[in-house]
């Protein structure tokens, strides 16, 4: 077992940044990939950006690439999710999910992960 707490979210204006946490307990959480997804209100959650365990492969989606940036202090236990130039349309309950693979073809999947935190609200004002 995995287990996963997200923190660092908040409000922020439009332009403004804020870094993510997630912090794993449990197994070897370094030999796990890592990804964010995010829920806006309305919508179903989607995909952000992933990261192998290694940190040799690392994905995003398009809307935030160029601004968002993943990482990983395995030593910590902690995946990262860097989230600078934010705009409203970043507002949004984001979470960290985790497994003990790596696929290369399905990171962007919900049910590719099988450990997921409670989320952290991101709310971005204009």
């Known amino acids: 077992q995995v287990q996963l707490v997200e923190s660092g979210g908040g409000l922020v204006q439009a332009g403004g940044s804020l870094r993510l946490s997630c912090a794993a307990s449990?197994?070897?959480?370094?030999?796990?990939?890592a990804a964010w997804f995010r829920q806006a209100p309305g919508k179903e959650r989607e995909f952000v950006a992933a990261?192998?365990?290694?940190?040799?492969?690392?994905h995003y989606t398009d809307s935030v690439k160029g601004r968002f940036a993943i990482s990983r202090d395995n030593a910590k236990n902690t995946v990262y999710l860097q989230m600078n130039s934010l705009k409203p349309e970043d507002t949004a309950v984001y979470y960290c999910?985790?497994?003990?693979?790596?696929?290369?073809?399905?990171?962007?999947?919900?049910?590719?992960?099988?450990?997921w935190g409670q989320g952290t609200q991101v709310t971005v004002s204009s």
């Open positions: 999910a985790a497994d003990p693979t790596y696929d290369s073809l399905r990171y962007y999947r919900e049910g590719t992960y099988e450990y």
């Open positions: 449990g197994r070897t959480f370094s030999n796990y990939a």
């Open positions: 990261i192998s365990w290694s940190t040799s492969f690392i």
